[in-house]
Structure formats: C-alpha cells, structure tokens
C-alpha cells in the first residue's frame, strides 16, 4: 500500500492565509456575464436581474474577490460603453471572442453583484488600445465622491456614493500575440508604469497588478518580468501570473502532477521579482497575483464552443457558448493540487482568481432559462476556502513516488496544511495522485495534541463511475464529498487512509502543548 508521512509543527509556518487567494473570475466572455451572472427573466433573477441560483452558488464557494472585465476582451473595451442608460448603451464588436456585447452589463451591475455577492472587485483596465487618459478617468469615475464631471456623472447615473475600488489590474495578457494591442515588454512597461503613476495621483490607496507573462511557456517568460519589472517596480504592488493546465492523450499521471510545473512557476516569478528588488536596492517586496488559474482543455477539441471554430464561422452572435469545458474527478483532485500550491506559497501569492466562475471554464454551470448547478472542481474549491484559516503550516512530506513523463518523479500524496489558532482546528488538505491504489498517510503533530476529527469529507471515483464521472444538467451530484471514513487521530497525530485517485479534506481539534 503506497504511504506518505507528513510532519506539521506549530512553530513552523508560511505565513497568514491570504484571503485573496480565494478569488474567481467574470469576463465578458460566452456566457460568463450573459446568462450565467446575468439573466433578466429567469425564474430566479432579482429586480436587477441577477441569477440568484448562480449567486447562492457563488456565496457557497466562498469566494472573496472577482476579476472583471477581462481577460482578452478587456483590451478592446470602453467602460463608457457599459455605463449609464442601458438602453442607451451601444451595441459593439468584440473581436477578442467573435461576440456581439450589448452592454446591457457594465461597471454599475458589477459593483452591485460584488455588493450582493458579498466579494471584493479586482477591475482591470484597457492598455491594448487605450492607455493612461482612459486609466485616469475610469478611477475618477469609480473612486472619487463628486464634484468633478466624472464622478458626477457615476453620481447621475445612479451611485452617489465611490465605489472604491482598490485592486486594479494594468491590462491584460500584454505579452501574448494574440491580445488586442499586444506590446513589447518595454512598450507596455513603460505605459503600465505612467499609467500606474496617474492612476495613483487620482486615488493614492490603490493597489496595482502589472501583467506578467501569460504562461510559463510564453518564449519571453523571465524577461518580460524582469523589463515590466524594471519599468514598475515603484508603482505596482504585484506581478500577474496565469496558468491553464489539461490531459494530453490520455497521460494522467503527468496531468495529476501538473501542481509541480505550478510550484516552479510561481518560484520562478519569485526570484526574478527579487531579482529586479536587489538591482534597483528597492526595500519593497512585490508580491504574485495568480489572476488566471485552472484546468482547460484548449488543445485537440474542435467543438462548437472553441474560439477558433467561432471565428471560422463568421458570425457575430450575442454570448454564444464558449469553452463550456465539462469537469471530471480527475480535474477535481488536480484543482486540489493547484489550491495546495497557492497555500504552500500564501507568503507571496496575495491574490489568486480561478478562471473564471460560471460556464466559461467554470465551477459553476447554468442553462438560460434553467438551472444552476456545481462542476466537479467546486468542491475542492468551496472546501479549502472554508476551512483554510488562520497560519499556513509549513509541509514535510516524505511521500512515496511515481515517475510521470512530463515532471518525473513527483509525490504521490500533495498535502496543504492551515492553523486555526481561534478555533483551534488543523485542517489538511490531501490528494491521493495514485491511480490504482488508496494510500496510507500518517500525519505527525509537533506542538499539539489531536482531538476530536471534526471534519473529513472525500471527492473520488463515485460507485458504478470511473475517473472521467462528471456533473451534468441531467446529473448533477455524480461527483461530489462523501465522508472519509476511518481518520483517527492520537495525541501524536492524525492516520487515515486516501482512496485512489483522491482529493480530501480533514480538520482536527487541536491543543497547543
Ligand atoms: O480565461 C480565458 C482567457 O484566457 C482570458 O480571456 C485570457 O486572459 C486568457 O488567455
């Protein structure tokens, strides 16, 4: 039977749990905002047309700040466009996904669903093809009382009081060729910084995200940090990171060991962020917002939802479906992994979004017209953001191994661990990568004696499924937790038993000695 010691100690931590890690993403983008968020007239919606069955779903995920507008559409947008009168509001082109936007959900709708919703806005601006005078007048316009015509006018068109909207991300994706109005490193270092600096001299509490590269595999990745870096480095808070993992031809041993591929990338960005520190003897820190992150199948699949089968069609349609990806147990426990990776990181990852939150890509599914429902992936999701609390424990894992093609030999067993002072609870957060066999882990308290288990809840293969079970309209709770039967605990530690192919949580009573 495979096995995994994991040793905790009370004395030895990451740092605090950074709520921001817990963050989603809605873009204008299929039907992300249109039917998924949105919905005038759906049975649920409120009188401002929010879908209540997708916000309750939301709320239940827990999570705590949304990204907005975009992604790649956001450099082709006008936030003007989105505000005031809808019905006023025009009808455009939006060539990042071949879609007609109507508008009809802009700036004002989204600060009211945040309110709702009860989460944090994270806004980003248009550096594709605007820069810093629109940057300036979109923060005038959200952030300041009145008395200007900017904030007047947020003011006339319905909200007297600021938004206040602190965090905001400098463009999109700048590095990648296919982005509207891509740029060089230098080019857009150079825009983000003066954007960045008027920015600041409208709100001075603001906080900024610089893009960085659109994934590690990006030809400039490490040098586009460096040179963003160099040009910002005074002006923003933080350095974006985004990254989308998938199966490729059936290899499930490297896909289920993709969370390593993200460990080195964030330590990757970590060190070149300290490289430009040292160089320029700066005394601040800048810290890693992971603002895109999950699995998507982008490669091989030539369905109706795909961008490129979009575009190829010709037409210009309202919301259309895109990457409606469908979620497995093998995705689930992989967006396990990618949690524990943040957590293990939460000294320098602040803010983290998965992207994005209903039907793009999402953890959460709606049908126009029908009902809500959660993927595969919510759960590990909605787990670990309400039960990691407190301190981030460092890990000692001596877990057995496996070799995977892509990452070589990699841990079976993936473990993120928190300390709930307040409450006095440890809770683990544990992957079974093994395929075939369940695995035996032994965790050692240093510091502590174990109590009660007071919460131990597994998602895995279910009975009569096999690892692509999924979640669909017709189905909608084939892959869900089910208790974990046979976690015990001794005043040393805490035994239990991970079944194949597995993502689990177990939280402990615990007494500090
Ligand atoms: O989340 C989908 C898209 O992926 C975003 O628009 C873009 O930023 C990224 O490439």
Redesign the pocket.
């Known amino acids: 039977m495979p096995h995994a010691r994991i040793a905790l100690d009370r004395d030895f931590t990451v740092g605090e749990v950074p709520h921001r890690i817990f963050g989603s993403?809605v873009?204008h983008?299929g039907r992300c905002v249109y039917t998924g968020i949105y919905e005038p007239g759906h049975p649920t919606a409120d009188e401002r047309g929010f879908r209540r069955d997708v916000l309750e779903l939301a709320q239940e995920m827990g999570i705590t700040v949304v990204r907005y507008p975009?992604?790649?559409?956001v450099s082709g947008y006008r936030w003007e466009d989105g505000v005031g009168p809808v019905e006023q509001r025009p009808r455009r082109l939006d060539g990042?996904w071949h879609t007609v936007e109507t508008n009809a959900f802009g700036l004002h709708e989204f600060m009211d669903w945040t309110r709702v919703a009860g989460v944090e806005p994270m806004e980003a601006i248009n550096l594709g093809t605007r820069g810093v005078e629109d940057a300036r007048r979109l923060v005038e316009y959200a952030n300041h009382p009145g008395g200007t015509e900017l904030s007047d006018l947020r003011r006339a068109n319905g909200h007297a009081d600021p938004f206040g909207i602190r965090l905001w991300c400098l463009g999109?994706?700048m590095d990648?060729p296919?982005q509207i109005g891509h740029k060089t490193a230098d080019e857009y270092g150079r825009l983000a910084q003066e954007a960045a600096k008027a920015m600041r001299l409208v709100d001075p509490d603001i906080e900024l995200v610089a893009c960085g590269s659109?994934n590690s595999a990006m030809p400039t990745f490490g040098a586009w940090e460096q040179t963003v870096l160099t040009h910002t480095y005074d002006v923003v808070d933080y350095i974006s990171l985004?990254a989308?993992y998938q199966e490729h031809d059936g290899d499930a041993g490297s896909f289920l060991a993709t969370a390593v591929d993200m460990d080195h990338f964030i330590d990757s960005v970590v060190s070149t962020a300290d490289a430009v520190r040292a160089k320029g003897r700066h005394t601040k820190r800048i810290d890693l917002s992971f603002d895109?992150w999950?699995v998507?199948y982008q490669r091989g699949r030539d369905t109706d939802d795909q961008p490129h089968v979009i575009e190829a069609r010709g037409e210009w349609r309202e919301h259309p479906r895109i990457?409606e990806d469908e979620y497995n147990v093998t995705d689930a426990v992989v967006v396990g992994t990618f949690l524990n990776s943040l957590l293990r990181h939460g000294d320098r990852v602040k803010i983290a979004n998965q992207?994005?939150l209903v039907n793009?890509?999402g953890p959460i599914r709606s049908e126009e017209g029908g009902p809500a429902w959660r993927q595969s992936i919510f759960w590990p999701f909605a787990r670990t953001a309400e039960l990691a609390r407190g301190t981030i424990l460092r890990t000692a894992v001596t877990s057995d191994r496996y070799e995977s093609a892509a990452f070589g030999d990699v841990d079976l067993v993936d473990v993120a661990a928190t300390y709930d002072e307040e409450r006095g609870r440890v809770a683990l957060f544990l992957a079974n990568r093994g395929l075939d066999d369940a695995a035996d882990v032994e965790v050692a308290l240093r510091g502590w004696t174990a109590g009660r288990v007071t919460r131990a809840e597994v998602l895995t293969v279910p009975d009569g499924g096999d690892r692509r079970s999924a979640n669909r309209e017709d189905a909608q709770d084939v892959v869900g937790l089910t208790g974990l039967d046979g976690v015990t605990t001794t005043e040393a530690g805490v035994t239990l038993r991970l079944p194949a192919l597995s993502w689990a949580v177990v939280e402990v009573e615990v007494t500090p000695v």
């Open positions: 993403f873009e983008m975009g992604g790649n559409f990042a999109n994706e990648g296919w659109s985004h989308y895109e999950n998507w990457i992207a994005q793009v890509i």
